[in-house]
């Protein structure tokens, strides 16, 4: 059939608005209508080159939510009508990563989905008879979308889609780095570096499970007023201190009668390597973890004294926030719909489809939180 989508032809190139051709469900697919679907960095990350793993031409977009059109054979767990949110960490409950408990890194369809294709290894996506590839298995910039049925998780019908894509990874990846990987504990002190749209869900995260002190750390004052707005009690400028970053950190956080300062966790939302040492070296000695959330630039590295760890500081990564899709994404949604957790302050911007490269200018200029893209 016939579908209208945003087309990667080439790295470093805007997108395409174009129709392409998309075939039905196979064994264990299921076809869905996207309603909404969020523009994220790691889509940006890829369209601009950056990313050495990057497929095109490809149909980006991992940030969705829809409803369910059609299912192929052997589908058991969904059915037409149903709202879905597409998973680009599937969940498959049967894979030794899965039954571990002990990882949300689900491996049943890794290899193919890395390709750009679907389990089976070939593509639903065509354009005049050229393959077009999937990207993270969920391919979003297209208003209809072929996934596995394990990477979609069934959600609430009451849930507006145009707010819970964002599940889909922004969210999910934030507060799940709270609750799934850190596992914060009530009265807890946090730093967040980095106060973009994972970082700000990282703080409401912290807010959500009770933490005393969250400070924040961005070089942008305009963040101050939005890490307050979900739950940021300090905010500092590493610019503005007048000294070194870690030693103003360890100082802020100190509590307790031997006054020995750090905090119990902190979170880097940089994607910037030097901001990972600060945040592993910002951790109180003893039990002070540090969670690594953002993307790096191809081929960096982190480094550290092993002092560091020598003294107690744990040093973390999370991918889609540690969260095992099918079964926390539907909380996660819950939680939004209870009003335990915002997200409508943070989607700053709602376009076309035809305006999807306006979304991303957004995230250049540093303009938008969260844009969303509304079929
Ligand atoms: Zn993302
Ligand atoms: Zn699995």
Known sequence: MDVRAAVAFEAGKPLEITTVQLDGP????????????????TDEFTLSGADPEGIFPSILGHEGAGVVVEVGPGVTSLKTGDHVIPLYTPECRQCPSCLSQKTNLCT????????????DGTSRFSLNGERLHHYMGTSTFANFTVLPEIALA??????????????????TTGIGAVVNTAKVEPGATAIVFGLGGIGLNVIQGLRLVGADMIVGVDLNNAKKEWGERFGMTHFVNPKEIGEELVPYLVDLTKRGADQIGGADYTFD???????????????????GQSIVIGVAPAGAEISTRPFQLVTGRVWKGTAFGGA????????????????????????????????????????HAGQSIRSVVVY
């Open 324 to 363: 095992r899709g099918r079964t926390d994404v539907p909380r996660i949604v819950d939680w939004y719909m209870d009003g335990k957790i915002e997200i409508d302050p943070m989607i700053t911007h709602t376009l076309a489809l035809d305006e999807i490269n306006k979304g991303f200018d957004l995230m």
């Open 26 to 41: 196979k064994e264990g697919e299921v076809m869905v209508e996207v309603k909404a679907t969020g523009i994220c960095h």
């Open 154 to 171: 069934k959600v609430r019908e009451d849930a507006p889609f145009d707010k819970i894509c964002y599940i889909g990874c922004g969210v």
């Open 108 to 119: 049943a369809i890794r290899s193919t989905q890395g390709q750009g294709l679907m389990p």
């Open 269 to 287: 939302c940089t994607g910037n390597v030097t901001v990972m040492r600060q945040a592993l070296e910002a951790c109180h000695r003893g039990w």
